[in-house]
């Protein structure tokens, strides 16, 4: 059975940092990339950054590059999500998700974890 299991959110006031961790297991397809994505109240889940398992190759959101670093420790089977100069706007449920059909960073999510709450007051 493939698990997704995010920890390592909470509060933070603007400017600081949080790293959250997705420790995955169950994985049976060799190549598969791993996303973080996240949904604000009232707003659509958008997409934040991924990494690809085959060559570690990385995507990030514009409104993130330069802020947030994903990194993937393949002896840990977790991906990890280092944020750093938060912001308000930050402030949403985090999530990870496999996407197992290829390790492109197609944005084709198969497999979810169950959120952890990111909220930075201003």
């Known amino acids: 059975e493939v698990q997704l299991v995010e920890s390592g959110g909470g509060l933070v006031q603007a400017g600081g940092s949080l790293r959250l961790a997705c420790a995955h297991s169950g994985f049976t397809f060799d190549d598969y990339a791993i996303g973080w994505l996240r949904q604000a109240p009232g707003k659509e889940r958008e997409g934040v950054t991924c990494?690809?398992?085959?060559?570690?190759?990385?995507y990030y959101a514009d409104s993130v590059k330069g802020r947030f670093t994903i990194s993937s420790d393949n002896a840990k089977n977790t991906v990890y999500l280092q944020m750093n100069n938060l912001k308000p706007e930050d402030t949403a449920v985090y999530y990870c998700a496999a996407e197992s059909y290829g390790s492109s960073c197609l944005g084709e999510y198969d497999y979810w974890g169950q959120g952890t709450q990111v909220t930075v007051s201003s």
């Open positions: 990494i690809s398992s085959s060559d570690g190759s990385t």
